[in-house]
């Protein structure tokens, strides 16, 4: 049966299974489950801290336990949401069609935020999540005081500099963005291998980066039917109607209308390519870049680095 059927995947009706899926009180002490349903969603994922709201937003192949490591210290100086994106994790969409791009994901954020009493609020976001939280500030403007993308370029940038290289490194983009359900059926023979691979990838095979505990929830989601195609779909969106929403941006000249922090590795550094601070140079004003060792998973790998330029930035 065809997964973009659109009683696929059920709505979450009780909490328990709603957080049964990547979340364990240990990696987030002293943080309360978040549970709401809005914008078409049932968000998961945990809050805690205290000060100005700050939306922490993660990527592939991840949940909102990507944060582990820099939420203590950040929580010192913020209040922390941190959601499970729209099918990602145990966030449930109530429904899979249409399809949840990027803009359909930024405006299901904006209503978690404001169901929280946050009419504004700073956000940050690592590879998918960047891709969220860039599309929120673009289509909502007033809404963000500041936002930090980790490892990314904006998706109209990152398809145009593609070369055999980076389809070789970066597969995963086109596979997962093949017409359903190809990928779905694929997936479903060997998910935690696939997973492993993609970790592999991203420098982050070690202990080091992603412990026995945190690498098994990772697992625990990706094994859910329903999680694999939100991430097809995710990837599809990105190829299609993500795309066209950057190119009709970069078109009016529309651009993000807060400070940027642009956060990236040394390893992302080309010879005779621009760098990533200088590609946001296209989308905002106020760009502020910092750039760490490690692999891609910067909060897992680099998390006090990631801190320290999270505290800075979001300082003012």
Known sequence: MSPDRQDLPA????????HGVGVSPPFFPGFRTLDVDTGGVRFAGVIGGAGPPLLLLHGFPETHIAWRKVAPRLARHHTLIIPDLPGYGASRPHAVMPRWTKRRVGAALLALMRALGHERFALA???????????LVLDHPGVATRFASLTVVPTLDAMQAVDYRYAQRSYHWFFLGQ??????????????EFLDRAFVAM?????????????????????????????CEDYRA???????HDEEDRASGRKLDCPVLV??????????????????????????????????????DCPDDVADAFYRFFAG
Do not use: C, N
């Open 11 to 18: 709505a979450v009706t009780d909490p328990g299974t709603a």
């Open 263 to 300: 956060v990236w590795t040394l390893a992302q550094e080309k010879p005779g390519r621009p760098s990533p601070a200088e590609v946001w140079k296209l989308w905002a004003d106020d760009i502020t870049g910092k750039v760490t060792g490690g692999g891609h998973l910067q909060p897992e």
């Open 125 to 135: 976001g690592h590879d998918r999540g960047a891709r969220a939280g860039y599309r």
């Open 203 to 231: 420098s982050a095979a070690t202990e080091r980066v992603i412990e026995a505990p945190a690498r098994e929830a990772y697992r625990r989601a990706f094994r859910d039917p329903a999680v694999r195609h939100a991430v």
């Open 179 to 192: 017409e359903a359900d190809l990928p779905e059926r694929m997936l479903a023979a060997a998910p935690d």
């Open 238 to 244: 990105a190829l299609a109607e993500d795309l066209s």
